[in-house]
Nanobody, 124 residues
Framework: VQLQASGGGLVQAGGSLRLSCAAS????????MGWFRQAPGKEREFVAD????????YYHDSVKGRFTISRDNAKNTVYLQMNRLKPEDTAVYYC??????????????????WGQGTQVTVSS
């Protein structure tokens, strides 16, 4: 499975961006698709994901109410709408996927496929 992420950029605090991640290269679509981010000097952290089978969404507490994840299963694409962005949201955002429906902790090692990363910079 190949994951192609796009949509990053530079935005002022309070602004919005939408990230996209398209999956290709396999007959079936991963059940769990989502996003992690990594700021300089920090560990990669979970942002949000969504399961295809039961359409459940999961968010890190720091983005709840500001970010919305969605999927277009016909296009094998997951989106992350980011509103009311803050400087602390600045990071490289990575798309991640796994074929099974994840239950419980969202740790990087539980995802099998990763996109190339897209930079999101929020200026104050």
């Amino acid at each position: 499975v190949q994951l192609q992420a796009s949509g990053g950029g530079l935005v002022q605090a309070g602004g919005s961006l939408r990230l996209s991640c398209a999956a290709s290269g396999h007959t079936f679509s991963p059940d769990t698709m989502g996003w992690f981010r990594q700021a300089p000097g920090k560990e990669r952290e979970f942002v949000a994901d969504m399961t295809r089978s039961d359409k459940r969404t999961y968010y890190h507490d720091s983005v709840k109410g500001r970010f919305t994840i969605s999927r277009d299963n016909a296009k094998n694409t997951v989106y992350l709408q980011m509103n009311r962005l803050k400087p602390e949201d600045t990071a490289v955002y990575y798309c991640a996927a796994v074929f099974r429906r994840l239950v419980g902790i969202r740790a990087p090692e539980r995802y099998d496929y990763w996109g190339q990363g897209t930079q999101v910079t929020v200026s104050s």
